[in-house]
């Protein structure tokens, strides 16, 4: 099977959204230099963002789903049966093009598969979405919130996403209705 030509553009714009990924996560976890500080688990992904009815230049009350899928995690709390991840997410909040103001109502799951792609568990989450713009347009999504019950529970989720399909034309007309990009599901310890 041929490999999928991917453009220059795209791969300027992957590896800028990587790059800004990998610099979110450093400087959005604390210096660490004990093992203990380390995030229990990173997993490298792909996320898609759903808005309606749309982003425009008015802010108006906007309805924000996140979804992702992750592989091949790494860690500390990480085993057979925690490989990989679907991420999900809803919450809603007065959003535009222009205004980016934290969600507070975030409320999700991740469910866990174990080395053979069978599902090993579930996280349910509550928490808060931040959405940032960047001098390039892109917009940068960073989750915060706390597992309440199911795997992991009692601990902090994290996950950062780089938005790199802004269309800032639907901004005018249609809306901006999706958007994705590279991202990253860490497990914080206690």
Request: proline share 6%; glycine share 12%.
């Amino acid at each position: 099977m041929p490999c999928p030509m991917i453009s220059r553009r795209g791969l300027t714009a992957l590896s800028i959204g990587l790059a800004m990924v990998c610099g979110l996560l450093a400087g959005a976890s604390p210096a660490a230099h004990a093992e203990e500080e380390l995030p229990l688990a990173v997993c490298p992904g792909y996320v898609e963002q759903t808005i309606s009815p749309g982003l425009a230049l008015l802010p108006q009350l906007q309805t924000v789903t996140v979804d992702g899928d992750f592989a091949l995690c790494t860690g500390q709390l990480i085993d057979p049966e925690h490989v990989s991840a679907e991420y999900t997410a809803r919450a809603s909040g007065v959003l535009s093009c222009t205004l980016n103001v934290p969600i507070t109502n975030a409320s999700g799951t991740v469910r866990w598969k174990d080395e053979d792609g069978r599902h090993s568990g579930t996280s349910h989450f509550t928490g808060g979405i931040t959405l940032s713009q960047r001098p390039l347009g892109e917009n940068v999504g960073i989750v915060v919130a706390t597992i309440d019950s199911g795997e992991f529970a009692g601990r902090t989720l994290v996950l950062v996403s780089a938005r790199l399909t802004i269309n800032v034309d639907q901004c005018l007309t249609t809306g901006v209705k999706q958007v994705a990009g590279p991202g990253s599901l860490e497990i914080l310890p206690l």
